[in-house]
């Protein structure tokens, strides 16, 4: 009889054993799971502030496109006010030599002078203003491949949140079968004491 009790209790305590075991390994499960999700959650904050980083970006390269478009506007208008002068200065300048009457010499360099300034100044208006609206579109292109690094940045951390998310379920349902396993062991320990006591002995 005592064999058999001693038998009994020992089953019941490897039951016993195992149903901690197992219930440690739920609540590990649980703590598995919730360590998924916060970084779920992380992922989730990072890929926001990356779009709106992208956003900020895109914006930027918006307002260099504008500064682009206005440096021609504004290249134009000044080589059309220099033009504008400089006719008028030489046109001048002829009216004073026919007034004159002189012809040739010092009066026509003065005119050849003046005519080639006009021309130089043309030329350096465009060319500073080519030099400005390459520098804003080499600005824009910055601009465009950061909100671009941005967005795939975004895309990244969205499928990291996703696959902890899938994770966290994973160690959720892992945990719940520790769980139940655990509360069956409990159980069937519990029964196999009570059953002792009543003189038929659950092995």
């Known amino acids: 009889m005592a064999d058999s009790w001693s038998s009994v209790v020992s089953s019941a305590g490897s039951n016993f ?6 219930l440690f390994a739920a609540k590990g ?3 598995t799971a919730a360590g998924f999700r916060l970084q ?3 992922m989730r904050y990072q890929a926001e502030g990356d779009r709106q980083a992208a956003s ?9 496109r504008m500064n682009a478009e206005y440096a021609t506007q504004s290249t134009e208008l000044q080589k059309v006010a220099a033009l504008r002068a400089s006719t008028l200065a030489i046109g001048g300048q002829q009216a004073d030599v026919a007034s004159a009457g002189v ?6 360099y003065l005119l050849m002078a003046s005519q080639e300034q006009a021309a130089l100044t043309q030329h350096m208006l465009d060319t500073q203003g080519r030099i400005n609206v390459d520098a804003y579109m080499e600005q824009t292109q910055a ?9 795939t940045s975004a895309k990244v951390a969205d499928t990291a949140a ?3 998310e899938e994770s966290a379920k994973a160690a959720d349902e892992a945990a719940k079968g520790n769980e139940y396993a655990g509360l069956i062991q409990g159980v069937v320990g519990i029964a196999k004491i009570g059953a002792m006591f009543l003189g038929a002995p659950i092995r």
């Open 17 to 22: 054993g195992a149903a901690t075991q197992d």
């Open 162 to 164: 996703l696959s902890a």
């Open 103 to 108: 012809s040739g010499g010092s009066a026509q």
């Open 56 to 64: 900020g970006f895109q914006s930027a390269a918006d307002l260099s």
């Open 40 to 42: 779920a959650q992380g």
């Open 29 to 31: 499960g649980g703590n």
């Open 143 to 151: 601009y465009i491949t950061q909100s671009q690094q941005q967005e």
